[in-house]
């Protein structure tokens, strides 16, 4: 069974410009969740979608937003980015079980 | 801040022996889960713990959990080169959510 994907690996943008990272879950696991890793900050949740619907969000602007396409798949983008966006993003899908299983994550890097 | 607090930070040891990491939670839980983190990777579920289980064994891992000190221990035994990683533990708080610990880095040396 294949896991959770993630694309690009790694990603550097210019502060301003905007940044599209993509998650792809496990097969049959229709919920998706954003996690950001940034140094000295832990892991925060970002966003969580299920059936193609944002059910919640973090305490994240608003410059953060995202999508589920209805084959569960997700996008996270991230606008007018900051050098603070400087982070690991990670996305994480789940089934019906307890357990969130990760894809390797995207490394944002603003320059 | 709603996230836990692992202890300790960083933890080195040699190959063979045993490794021992904390974490402090604030809220009721109905779960707590423990993950691996290679390299500032993806994360790698390990073990979940459920809030009327008291303790938990899978292979090398052993995990305990005590409500009523909103605790929860992670134990490596005979540790290996290969478990250098960072250790963080998680619950969730409602039914989405993860709320991660600040992690714990281990270093075993061969």
């Known amino acids: 069974e294949a896991g959770v994907t993630q694309s690009p690996t790694h990603l550097i943008k210019t502060r301003g410009q905007q940044a599209t990272l993509r998650c792809s879950p496990i097969?049959?696991?229709?919920?998706v969740y954003w996690y950001q890793q940034a140094l000295g900050l832990g892991l925060q949740f970002l966003l969580w979608?299920?059936?193609?619907?944002?059910?919640n969000r973090g305490n994240f602007p608003p410059r953060f937003s995202g999508r589920q396409f209805p084959n569960y798949s997700s996008e996270l983008n991230v606008n007018a980015l900051e050098l603070e966006d400087s982070a690991l993003y990670l996305c994480?899908?789940?089934?019906?079980?307890?357990?969130?299983?990760f894809g390797p994550g995207t490394r944002l890097t603003v320059t | 801040s709603q996230q836990g607090e692992e202890d300790p930070q960083a933890l080195s040891i040699q190959e063979g022996e045993n490794a021992t990491m904390n974490c402090s939670y604030k809220t009721s839980i109905n779960n707590l889960q423990w993950y691996r983190q290679n390299s500032g990777r993806g994360l790698v579920h390990l073990i979940l713990?459920?809030?009327?289980?008291r303790e938990k064994h899978s292979g090398r891992l052993r995990v305990t959990l005590d409500t009523s000190k909103k605790s929860s221990s992670l134990l490596i035994t005979a540790s290996r080169a290969a478990d250098t990683a960072s250790y963080f533990c998680a619950t969730p708080l409602g039914t989405d959510k993860l709320i991660f610990g600040t992690g714990t880095r281990l270093q075993v040396f061969p």
């Open positions: 097969s049959g696991h229709t919920s």
């Open positions: 713990i459920r809030s009327n289980e």
């Open positions: 994480a899908s789940k089934e019906v079980s307890l357990e969130q299983y």
């Open positions: 979608y299920d059936e193609g619907e944002e059910r």
